[in-house]
């Protein structure tokens, strides 16, 4: 009996964790350097997020999108350790309307990131943007919020420069979850604690989809956490354990 239980091996839960990059022209400079350097620095971090956590496991994808979109991770998600940051550059228009139908495509249980649903917990969404889309984002949007994954992710918007916090908002859902810094160490910590804090808030939640899944309980709880921060991602916040 020993033995065949010594072969079981438990599988860890899935946590992916998305990021929707704005890389149009307004976010050239100090923003996407900003970007850049915050993502090269936070990849480690998930690492070893991972190898602190027995249970769940950190999945990441990264979309770039400005005229267009498109997943420079690839079309799955990935491992935090196997992601190569070149940087992003920034440049063309804001068209955050294709942005958001290549992420309902993605949520999808039959051909996105999600086939792997019944070993997920809820996915989390972080937009990344100075909020001033040159498309018809809200027809996306609109459709996008149809998605039961998008529904129960942990959504958060971090604006640059004059970001619109009302588009933002939209995205997230809740104003709470709309972020705001230029500096890349305030992002890296920003990410962490907002992935660690998610992480915990979605395993304790059953898979998207069934009756009793609260459908704004995993935002809503994150913004509780944020609110207790004072809006502030402090560094002894950042470091908890997860």
């Not at 063309?92 to 942005?99: D, H, K, R, Y």
């Not at 019944?118 to 149809?146: H, N, W």
């Not at 305030?186 to 990410?191: V, Y």
């Amino acid at each position: 009996m020993a033995g065949i239980l010594d072969k079981v091996e438990m599988t860890r839960r899935m946590c992916p964790v998305i990021f929707l990059v704005d890389t149009s022209g307004s976010m050239d400079g100090a923003p996407i350097g900003a970007v850049n350097s915050a993502i090269e620095g936070v990849l480690p971090e998930l690492c070893a997020m991972n190898e602190e956590n027995a249970d769940a496991e950190i999945n990441v994808a990264i979309m770039s999108f400005s005229a267009g979109a498109d997943w420079v991770t690839g079309d799955k998600l990935v491992s935090p350790q196997s992601v190569a940051w070149n940087g992003l550059d920034a440049a063309g228009p804001t068209e955050m309307g294709i942005a958001f139908r290549e992420l309902a495509k993605k949520l999808s249980v039959e051909t996105g990131f999600m086939r792997r649903a019944s070993g997920s917990v809820a996915p989390v969404l972080f937009l990344l943007s100075d909020g001033a889309p040159t498309d018809d984002y809200r027809a996306s949007l609109s459709k996008l919020k149809e998605n039961n994954w998008y529904r129960v992710a942990v959504r958060v918007a971090i604006g640059y420069g004059e970001a619109d916090d009302n588009i933002l908002a939209e995205f997230t859902g809740n104003r709470e979850t709309v972020l705001h810094t230029n500096n890349p160490e305030d992002l890296k910590r920003m990410i962490r604690f907002v992935s660690i804090t998610s992480s915990m808030v979605a395993s304790r939640k059953v898979a998207a989809g069934t009756e009793e899944t609260n459908m704004d309980d995993n935002t809503a709880v994150l913004a509780e956490e944020l609110t207790a921060q004072g809006g502030e991602m402090t560094a002894a916040s950042a470091d908890e354990e997860w």
